[in-house]
């Protein structure tokens, strides 16, 4: 049999091992009648192989196609269209390597809707993430991480976004950092729980598609914050004196008066705080104050029952002093005032000397505005509004005295001697057209205080004569027209602050002149504006040669610093009647009707 050889097709005889044309080794066949047939299961082996190795080529044309970078974005933006949040999520990653979530791509469609491949542009990026068949090189859309800030300067806070805590960092600054999140609009909320409050805050969060180092702020007011309080009465120079109670913690006060930020606290009333002060009488404490705003002031401005109880006892003991000092011109009896303050008095009482003036009269009673007892800003002193209620008469030595009600307004100024351990009077300042409100009634001794010899005899005096045409050519009408014109000209001068501007009416050798000028400058330094509404006479009676006592009716609105009041007063003066000028001599009472 010849067989040949594969190589170069030269025959050679059947028991050839190599072919004797080439040399190459010859391939042996076995017969067709010894050739035995391929088993099954080498048969389906086969089969599967050579399916198989057909599919190759197929299997990877679909392969590189379905993870292709273009089909990353087509599969993006048709899962936007569709609304499939678990079809974006598989096609979107965050430039943290992270996987975004079902939950955070809905969130992500809600804000976006209407992404442009444009829009996307612009902060994304396509990137190779994880294999497909673990063979290609799998493509996703990756969005850059977003960062979300919140200021609070407190350890704790929790920021909540579709019930899941988001990882954060807390800066020196207070600025609480939240990463790696998702652009989107999410249900948010602030959870907290902390040494005074605890709150759960829900809001809504649109967290911004940002680039590169922005951040999204949130604005939102949580029902508790950082407070601050200070005090409405305050010292300086002793401010360790103070402090702030809330809850059972105690906090100092800097020398502005206020507490560092306290909290965070809440914001609801439900917490309240009290201050307390150390002053040289005792310890003062406040009224609870309800805690609803982050910064508030803590108010001691009212004296303690017990120490307004002394005050009220050295008043008391004042307007007698006072009543004693001003009836016999000596500022020394006054042991409830301090030393600057009889200097003023004696002052005043040397003026009354060289004047050849007198008081006689007796205190009757005084009548306190208890509201009106208040600290001063200072904490170092206490006012209030009085009215020492006399029963007298300023009169010239040789006079014949009338007695009659007075009304000495002023406003009182205390302050506390820790020496000798009681409040004396540092300022009083006359107000006679104050709107004093009085409270409470003091009844005075009655004792009648004067210089001995000064006044006239009593039966001196006579009924006065109704004024006439016949006395001094002066009528009724003539003197209605001056109260007017002068009360006009009084009120301008205060307003103004120039007594210039009535002096030219008042004898300038009278009381009325340095009395007038002192009250213009006094009311005017406190703010206080006067209209005067209106005059009338009521009553004309001749005293001596050339002078006539007019009682008037006359009718002003006070302006005062926080309050107006209409005020009607009985009024009587003595005028100087010198041809056809009048002239306000002497004041001898004003009282309010």
Known sequence: ?????????????????????????????????????????????????????????????WGTKTASAETAVSKFFEALEKKDANMLAEHMALSNGKQVEPKQAAAFMESYPNLTPYDLEQVATISQSGKVLGVFNAFKVVLPEQTVSFEFPHEGL????????????????GIYRFTGLVPGSYDAKFVYDGEYTEFTHPFELTIEMNTGSEETFIYEELPAESVVLDFDVFNETNYKNYKVIVGEKEFAVDATGATEPIGPLPLDGSLTAQGEIEFPWGKQVSEPLKIDSDYQTLEISKLSKDQEGKLVEQLTLFGEQYTQALGTRDASVLKTATADQRKVFEEEFKMMKESNLYFKGSLTEIKLEEPSIVLNGNGESVSMLAELVVNGANYAKGDTVVLDRINLEAEISFVYDADAGKWLVGEYVSNWFSSIEPTRTIKGSGKVYEVAGAAGKAEKAEVPAEVTEENFGISDSEIDYFFNAYNDSSVAAINSGDFGMVSSMVTLDGPRFQEQSKFVNDTYAKGITEEHLGTSVEKVEVVD??????????????????????????????????????????????KEI
């Open 1 to 61: 049999m010849t067989i040949f050889c594969t190589s170069c097709g030269h025959p050679n005889e059947k028991g050839n091992k190599i072919c004797v044309e080439c040399g190459k080794p010859l391939a042996v066949r076995a017969s067709a009648e010894t050739k035995k047939p391929m088993a099954l299961k080498t048969k389906v082996l086969t089969a599967v192989i050579v399916l198989l190795l057909a599919g190759l080529g197929g299997l990877y044309s």
């Open 545 to 590: 040669d050339g002078y006539l006592q007019v009682t008037t009716i006359e009718k002003f609105i006070i302006h005062g610093t926080e309050k107006s009041s209409e005020k009607d007063y009985r009024t009587v003066t003595i005028i100087y009647v010198e041809g056809a000028d009048l002239y306000a001599h002497k004041l001898i009472s004003t």
């Open 158 to 173: 929790e920021l909540h976004l579709d019930g899941k805590k988001v990882a954060s960092v807390e800066e020196e600054d």
